[in-house]
Structures are given as C-alpha cells and as structure tokens.
C-alpha cells in the first residue's frame, strides 16, 4: 500500500504539473495572440514584406513659349555597404588604398590618408549604408565612379549603393530665380518660396508604392503602384524680356551702387507678368536674385509715382481743372512746423496744374489737396480706397507686402498728413501695387490682378487655363483717365522725363524721388539722406499694350532722379519690346476702312469735325446741317455732313462714334460707361433703342 500510495502521489505531481504547464502555455498564446497580437503580426509584415516609395518626377516650370525656366535632373549621393555579403576582408585590404585614392582625386576635398582612415573606421563599426561623400553627382560622373576599385564589383560584393535624387535646375541661371522660387532640402516639404511653392500641388506629383515580398531569403517584387509625375507650369514669363531687364537694371545699379532694385512688364489687358527683375548688392559691384523678392514683398513710400493718384482724386471729385493756375512760389510752403520743398531750386512760381505735375511739384500738389481736401480729408482718402490702394493684389505668390495709407482719426495722423500723403510719403506701397494701378489707367480704369501662370499642361496637353481677373472694373470715370493720360504722355513730352522721349513711339508715365525714411531715426539717421528712385508708367502711349515700374533703392553716387537711375531701364525695356514686336509697329498705321475711300472720319459733334476738317483743308457738305451731333459720309473728294439724331428715353446708337464723343453722349443721359479697347465705337451691350433706364451700365467696345 505504500508503495501504490507513494505512486499516486507522484503520478499526481505530474499531473498537476502538467496541467499548470498546459494552463501557462495557454496563458501565454492568448496574451501573445490578444495583448501584443499586433506587435508580433507587424514584425512579421516586417519580416515577410516590405513597401518602398516611387518618387514621383517634379513637373516643369516653363517661359511663354514652352522654354524650362526650373526643371528636375538626376543626381546621386554615394553610399556603402561595408558588411555586403561579397566583401570579404581580402577584397576591402587589397583595394582600399586604391580606392581612397581615386576618391581623394575625384572629390579633392580630403587627402588619400583621410579617405582610407574614415573607410577603414566605417568597416569596423560595421556600417550598412556609410555615406562616402557630401556632394551630390551627376550621372556622367556616376559611370566614372562605378569603375573605381571595389565599386565596381558592384552592390552584392563592392557593396557600392548610389542613391538617385531629383536636384531643380535653373537653365537660365538667375533669370527671374527669385520669382521662380526653390526647394527645400528635405523633398518631402516641397516648394519654399516663389513659384516652386504656390503650385507646389500641382508640380510635384504623386508618389508611387513597390511592395517586396521575402520569399526563400530573397525580395521578389510583387506589386508595384506607378508614380503619378508632376505636371508642368506653363508662366508669362518672356525670358528675352526678362534678359534686358535683368541686364539694364544690374547696369544701372552697379553704376549708382546702389543698394537693390526691382522692375517688372506687365501686360496691359491681361495683367501677365512679362519679366520681374529683384536684385541685392552681395558685394561691391556684385548683384544677385535671391534674397528677397522686393517687387511684391517691399512696400515702401512710393514718393512722387503717387502724385498720379491724388491728381485722379482731385479731377475725379470734380474739383480740379488742369489748365488753372497755382503759385508754388519759390519751391517751399510750411504746413504747421514742417516745410514742403520741390527739388528744382528757386521754385517754379505761378503755373498751371498740368504743369505742377509734368515737372512734379511737390508745393503744387500738396497745395492743390490741403486747400480742396482739408476740411474734409477722409473723402480724399475714402477716394483712394474705393480705388482698390489700400488692398493688397492676392497674388498667387506669398509675400506679398501689405498696402498701408493712413485714415484721419487714426493715431498716427497728424495736421501734416494730408499734405504729405499727397506726393507720397506717410504711405506703403510695394512696386507690383504701384505697377497695378498705372496699368489700370492704361487699361481705361479696368483694374486686373497681376498673375504669372497662363495655364498647366500634363504631358503637353492644357488641362486647365488662368484667365484675367478684374479685381474693379472701373477705378473712376472715363473722363477722368482721359486726362490723367494727357498728364503721363505730358511728363516725358514736356516735364521732368523728357529724356525718355523718342521718335518711334510714345511714353506715358511718372518719375518718382523719395527720401527711404530709417525707422526712429528719420530720413536722415547717422549716414545721411538716402533716395529710392522710379518710374511707372505704359506704352505706347496712344495704344497701351504694356505697363512697367523700376524702382532702386538706395542709388549712392549723387545721382538719384528718377528720371535718370530708374526712367533709363524702364527705356530699354521699352525699346527691347518694340523692336520684336511686329504688332506694336503695325498699330502705329492708321486703319481705313475696305472702300478705300477717302477722306474718311467717325461720327462725333460738328463743333471738332468742322475743326479738324478746316485744318485738313477738306471739303465738306452739309456744313448748315443744324445739329449738335452729326454722323460723316466718306464720298471720293469730300465728306458729307449729315444730323444724327437721339430719341428721348431711349438708348442711343453710338457705332461709328470715337470714344470721348460716344462716353460723353451716353454719361449725359445718365449710364455708367464701361469701355475697353481704342478707336472708334464697334459694339455696345445695351441695345440702341432699348429703354433707358439712369444709372444702367454700359459697355462699349472700340476697334
């Protein structure tokens, strides 16, 4: 019995012990299975499988006509596997010193000696992905570097692993580099600045996955998501143009030594950004594009490119009549303790205000607003609101700078204010701003935002198309551009840009001079006074198709006029655009109509036609047709006079009629006017007939 008992018990310790055995190990496989299930399911991914990304090709940035301004090339960075399975010790000793030394030959950044040291040391520690070298290369120079000892026993056994990246280009080296932006270092972050990253989305792609399954030791592909590539940008950026101001503006500011400078074509119409030049003085006599872009981001006192705004102000509230007279006495007036000053010495005493701003009278422009505006200056800064001034452009690329025009009752306005916004000073605006409103004058008041993409293409095709958008259709009254234009076209006829002035084709804008005001320290400071010079403006004059603004900042050789540092680019420009363009040439030809009959002219009031037509020495008849307005019949020798009558209530018939004659008609019934193009009336959208209604706006089209 003792000994079947003594057997029980053990037989039982056993049992027992297996049964707490089989409960553990249970334990343990729904712990393994429900608490840590998802690391070891993980590892296993790992183990069995593994994914690796497809980068996706960078699309291109292009010129107008289709040429890469940025595009993506292949580089490689140098890298190995010290522990490769074929790199036995007998290879790496034998060829290591060989090695080193085409390194050292091909970098020349490190002796022989160095190279072998870091080598050796790498292969020690055990290394799998040592980085041979910190420049990136080219693939003509890759094929040189697989050929150099142990490498070119390749990756199982040379342990050579060349790591292939995209590196952005610029074909066109600084050409417009700062609008066209860069890349951060790290690819994932993708565009930094400029153009690079306000279409970021659209250039950079998509990604692509290619997934690798471990199969008896080794990785078998298994399926493979394609990289969708970027698509191309296709700007408004004319490269030609964009060399001659790049060019002229380098010379000008090296000439001056000045501290930076900026210039920019604008389409009129469209609003397309043609060339824009940014350059920073790096050193002396040394200039460059990229450090910041001051043509949108650089808001500054504009000086006297914004006399052309108070001058609209003026005429626009009906309060100016250009051939009057002031007095600007000998050059200076005080208001309250400070004392406004014109740069021509003695002053230009008693003139008239097309004059005042054809030689930029500082005393005759702030005259001319403190005595219409000073007891009432918010409606002179509402009017410069209501034309867009005070709003930034929202342009495509970040930076912009922000437009800043004092309102009174703010707390920093002052008794001096207004006189001192009225040639542009206590006010901000960046050059782009400045540029946007010149060529809303140039484009009859219509105001349209400034762009620099014309559309986007993928793998040639257009897929998507950027057209012009009005940011206000009409800044102020048909009228009132009319005049200002007489005034731009009068400031290199006759004033302060004369040297501007050529046979081929006019001119219309205004030079500007104004002290750069130093923070707390004034406009003196401790180095003096220093000058920011421009010139803004359109041409040709009689048919405007481009707009353009340089501005330099900082000129320090005594010579700061606008009309000679800036005006002087602005020219070139000019004379570079019309020389290639056959369009602008033929404009300046005078159309007639198919018959070929002549003498030949449009329809307006008799009073002009009379006018013009004794001045001819043509022969009319009808000359006692009793009528204000009158329609012309071209006949071979002579031209007919015939009354041209309107209906009371109803809207008139304005075809045939010239622009001033045609909005001055339909403005005294009582419609809005909205006009685009030049010539003589070709279309209205209001049909002539229709019931008039007052305040209804019209459009006309001339051609």
């Known amino acids: 019995m003792t000994i079947k008992r003594d057997i029980t018990w053990r037989v039982g310790v056993i049992y027992l012990a297996l049964v707490v055995l089989a409960i553990v190990v249970f334990g343990k ?23 690796r990304e497809i980068e996706a090709n960078r699309g291109n940035i292009l010129a107008c006509d289709g040429r890469k301004l940025a595009c993506s090339v292949p580089s490689y960075r140098l890298y190995m596997d010290m522990m490769a399975h074929g790199l036995t010790d007998e290879i790496f000793n034998e060829n290591i010193d060989s090695l080193s030394l085409c390194l050292s030959s091909f970098f020349k950044d490190k002796s ?7 080598l050796v040391s790498a292969r020690q520690k055990h290394k799998r992905y040592y980085r041979i070298n910190r420049r990136r290369i080219s693939f003509t120079e890759l094929k040189k570097v697989k050929e150099f000892p142990i490498f070119r026993l390749g990756k199982n056994t040379g342990g050579f692993l060349p790591e292939m990246l995209d590196q952005r280009k610029l074909p066109f080296g600084i050409l417009a580099s700062r609008t066209i932006g860069k890349l951060y270092e790290e690819k ?16 950079k792609g998509k990604n692509g996955v290619s997934t690798f399954t471990r199969i008896s030791g080794h990785w078998v592909p298994e399926e493979v998501m394609p990289p969708q590539n970027g698509n191309d940008i296709l700007t408004s950026i004319d490269i030609e143009i964009q060399d001659v101001a790049e060019n002229s503006l380098k010379q000008q500011l090296v000439k001056h030594n000045a501290d930076h400078g ?5 389409e009129v119409q469209t609003g397309e950004i043609k060339a824009i030049v940014n350059l920073y003085r790096q050193s002396p006599g040394n200039y460059v594009e990229d450090y910041f872009n001051y043509a949108i981001g650089e808001a500054t006192e504009p000086g006297s490119t914004f006399k052309l705004v108070s001058m609209m102000v003026a005429l ?37 205000y ?23 200056p918010k409606k002179y800064i509402d009017r410069i609101y209501s034309m867009g001034l005070n709003q930034k452009n929202g342009l495509e690329i970040k930076g912009e ?12 306005w002052s008794g001096v204010s207004l006189p001192w916004i009225s040639i542009g000073y206590e006010s901000q605006l960046t050059p782009l701003q400045i540029l946007t409103f010149y060529n809303a004058v140039a484009n009859n008041g219509k105001m349209v935002k400034p762009h620099f993409v014309k559309g986007v293409y993928r793998h040639g095709e257009l897929t998507e198309s950027f057209e012009p958008t009005v940011i206000n259709p009409s800044i102020c009254s048909l009228s009132t551009i009319e005049k200002v234009h007489e005034l731009l076209v009068g400031v290199v006829e006759h004033g302060t840009a004369q040297n501007l002035k050529n046979d081929n084709y006019k001119i219309a804008g205004k030079t500007g001079t104004a002290q750069i005001a130093k923070g707390s320290s004034g406009y003196k400071g401790g180095s003096g006074v220093e000058y920011q010079a421009s010139f803004a403006g359109y041409f040709p004059a009689d048919r405007p198709k481009y707009s353009c603004i340089v501005v330099v900042n900082g000129p320090s050789n005594n010579v700061y006029y ?93 075809k045939g009629m010239g622009a001033k004659d045609a909005v001055s008609l339909l403005e005294n019934m009582g419609l809005k006017v909205i006009v685009s193009g030049r010539g003589r009336v070709v279309e209205q959208s209001v049909t002539a007939g229709s019931r008039l209604k007052s305040g209804t706006r019209i459009f006309i089209k001339l051609g």
């Open 401 to 412: 700078g922000e437009p800043f025009i004092k309102y009174p009752g703010s707390d920093t």
């Open 262 to 266: 900026s210039a920019i074509l604008m």
């Open 188 to 203: 994932e972050k993708g565009g930094m600045v400029g153009l690079e990253r306000a279409y970021d989305d659209v250039l």
């Open 112 to 118: 022989t000696s160095a190279y072998k040291r870091d």
């Open 316 to 352: 626009e509230d009906g309060l100016l009549n250009l051939d009057d007279s002031i007095d600007t006495g000998k050059g200076y007036c005080k208001f309250y303790d400070r004392v406004m000053r014109d740069s021509h010495h003695g002053g230009f005493g008693k003139i008239t």
């Open 29 to 51: 496989v729904v712990y393994l299975q429900v608490v840590e299930g998802e690391k070891w399911r993980s590892m296993e991914q790992v183990m069995t499988s593994k994914e």
């Open 354 to 376: 097309r004059q005042v701003f054809e030689k930029s009278s500082n005393v005759g422009v702030s005259k001319m607003i403190v005595d219409r505006y000073k007891s009432n």
């Open 562 to 654: 606008g009309n000679v540092v800036a005006g002087t680019v602005f020219k070139d420009i000019a004379d570079r655009v019309y020389a290639t363009s056959l369009e602008m040439m033929d404009e300046r030809v005078e159309k007639v109509p198919d018959s070929g009959v002549l003498p030949y002219s449009k329809g307006g009031t008799k009073e002009d036609l009379q006018t013009v037509f004794d001045r001819l020495n043509v022969t009319v008849e009808g000359e006692d047709v009793n009528s204000d307005w009158i329609s012309t019949t071209a006949q071979e020798y002579k031209v007919e006079f015939a009354r041209k009558t309107f209906s009371k209530g109803l809207v008139p018939n304005v």
